[in-house]
């Protein structure tokens, strides 16, 4: 009888060490190959300089309150309330021991398109990688050539505040497995070139969906109400509905949404508040075509 226990038990363990495997297998670190990131050449500053506002860099990473050539100053230090604890902003200046000035091309490329830190961890989807990870490679080259122009900061973030289970940083690979992926948010019918370019601008390095999309108790997007808004991630208050189904922006058009994007204003000329003021002043620096791509763009997603 012993020995018959024996080997159920040591069945049992191999079917645990076996199902640990495989899990491991799924949900584990998977940055790209050193390849993907060879031979880019030199980084095009100016494109680099249109993501880093498209992607509101600053928004995030800057000194709360800061103005002017203070938003290039990416010291990080914000905290970012969650259900999930409180984030704190990591500092992405070129600053060799507080920032990311020592971290390679493919360390920062990973960070951003794969969710992976430089020591080879998950990162925390706090970060918005899930969106930045339809950047090109040669994306990822411009943006981190220009961020390397920019001021050196020694501000030194705080930890982030996690309660268990979610400080465990392996459980990121699950969350990862279950949401994580490159995919277009939407299918769409137009196969204009100005909405594709808004597409790519929205679920990519405008990362849009972040704020207005709302989530499932883990944290992941519920896909069939993209863009519907939903509560604030952060707990204050709810985002709006941004789709053609909105019961306010719905009946904007394209013009009325280029010229809020650019301005501030809303067509019955209330003026943008909360947090997206930041974005509106983010976005407001690129260049009219891109304004009008993302208006396109959601003018074309299924109305919610």
Same mark, same amino acid.
Not at 53 to 81: E, F, I, N, T
Not at 180 to 209: M, W
């Given at each position: 009888?012993?020995?018959?226990?024996?080997?159920?038990?040591?069945?049992?363990?191999?079917?645990?060490?076996?199902?640990?495997?495989?899990?491991?297998?799924?949900?584990?670190?998977?940055?790209?190959?050193?390849?993907?990131?060879?031979?880019?050449?030199?980084?095009?500053?100016?494109?680099?300089?249109?993501?880093?506002?498209?992607?509101?860099?600053?928004?995030?990473?800057?000194?709360?309150?800061?103005?002017?050539?203070?938003?290039?100053?990416?010291?990080?230090?914000?905290?970012?309330?969650?259900?999930?604890?409180?984030?704190?902003?990591?500092n992405i200046s070129p600053d060799a021991q507080a920032g990311i000035g020592n971290w390679t091309l493919a360390e920062f490329g990973n960070a951003m398109t794969? +969710?992976?830190? #430089?020591? $080879?961890?998950?990162?925390? *989807?706090?970060?918005?990688? &899930? !969106?930045?990870?339809?950047? @090109?490679?040669?994306?990822?080259?411009?943006?981190?050539?220009?961020?390397?122009?920019?001021?050196?900061?020694?501000?030194?973030?705080?930890?982030?505040?996690?309660?268990?289970?979610?400080?465990?940083?392996?459980?990121?690979?699950?969350?990862?497995?279950?949401?994580?992926?490159?995919?277009?948010?939407?299918?769409?019918?137009?196969?204009?070139?100005?909405?594709?370019?808004?597409?790519?601008?929205?679920?990519?390095?405008?990362?849009?969906?972040?704020?207005?999309?709302?989530?499932?108790?883990?944290?992941?997007?519920?896909?069939?109400?993209?863009?519907?808004? +939903?509560?604030? #991630?952060? $707990?204050?208050?709810?985002? *709006?509905?941004?789709?053609? &189904? !909105?019961?306010?922006?719905? @009946?904007?058009?394209?013009?009325?949404?280029?010229?809020?994007?650019?301005?501030?204003?809303?067509?019955?000329?209330?003026?943008?508040?909360?947090?997206?003021?930041?974005?509106?002043?983010?976005?407001?620096?690129?260049?009219?075509?891109?304004?009008?791509?993302?208006?396109?763009?959601?003018?074309?997603?299924?109305?919610?």
């Open positions: 009888m012993a020995s018959r226990w024996a080997k159920v038990l040591g069945a049992g363990a191999v079917i645990v060490a076996i199902g640990a495997g495989i899990a491991w297998a799924l949900t584990k670190p998977d940055p790209h190959p050193e390849s993907y990131w060879a031979g880019l050449g030199e980084p095009d500053l100016a494109s680099g300089e249109q993501l880093f506002w498209a992607g509101g860099c600053a928004s995030c990473h800057a000194a709360a309150g800061a103005q002017g050539d203070a938003l290039k100053v990416l010291s990080g230090g914000r905290a970012l309330p969650t259900a999930f604890g409180t984030f704190h902003i990591p794969r +969710g992976v830190g #430089p020591d $080879g961890e998950h990162l925390y *989807p706090s970060f918005p990688y &899930g !969106s930045y990870a339809r950047l @090109s490679a040669g994306d990822i080259n411009d943006l981190f050539g220009y961020l390397k122009t920019l001021p050196a900061s020694s501000n030194v973030a705080p930890p982030h505040e996690l309660q268990f289970p979610y400080s465990i940083r392996l459980a990121v690979g699950g969350w990862k497995y279950l949401y994580f992926n490159d995919r277009p948010r939407v299918q769409l019918a137009s196969a204009d070139e100005k909405v594709r370019r808004g597409q790519f601008l929205v679920e990519g390095p405008g990362h849009c969906g972040e704020c207005h999309t709302p989530r499932d108790a883990l944290g992941g997007f519920q896909p069939d109400r993209w863009l519907a808004g +939903g509560p604030n #991630p952060e $707990g204050r208050g709810s985002i *709006p509905n941004i789709t053609p &189904g !909105s019961e306010d922006m719905g @009946s904007w058009s394209e013009g009325d949404i280029v010229s809020y994007l650019e301005t501030g204003f809303t067509p019955d000329f209330d003026s943008v508040g909360g947090s997206m003021v930041e974005v509106q002043q983010n976005v407001a620096h690129l260049p009219k075509s891109d304004l009008e791509a993302i208006a396109a763009y959601l003018k074309a997603v299924p109305a919610r």
